[in-house]
């Protein structure tokens, strides 16, 4: 394998089974859930509720840098406050921005 570059054949994924126990999995055996849906396809409240567990659990994760949070946190701020969302559509638009 080059430096840098993975494949679907050596990338793995935490998977807990039914007894709690943790296992690596080779990510190319896992199937998508069924109930996933496309960001487009997202109502508005919906991505607003997303993006609040998002932020919440990427602050307490420890892995994201503060200051990257808190200019994620703030680029969704500005795309509420956007002016855009006081014209027809306006949800539509920032969804699909």
């Known amino acids: 394998m080059e430096h840098g570059k993975a494949s679907s054949q050596d990338t ?3 998977v807990r089974n039914d007894d709690g126990v943790v296992a690596l999995h080779p990510s190319s055996s896992l199937k998508a859930s069924k109930n996933i849906r496309l960001d487009h396809m997202l109502e508005w ?11 919440h659990y990427i602050s307490t994760s420890k892995v994201w840098p503060q200051e990257h949070v808190m200019l994620l946190a703030a ?8 002016t855009v969302r006081q014209k027809p559509h306006r949800n539509q638009v920032i969804l699909l921005y």
Request: proline share 0%.
């Open 75 to 82: 680029f969704f701020v500005r795309l509420e406050t956007h």
């Open 12 to 14: 793995f994924t935490l």
């Open 45 to 55: 409240e919906e991505m607003m509720m997303a993006k609040n567990m998002m932020l």
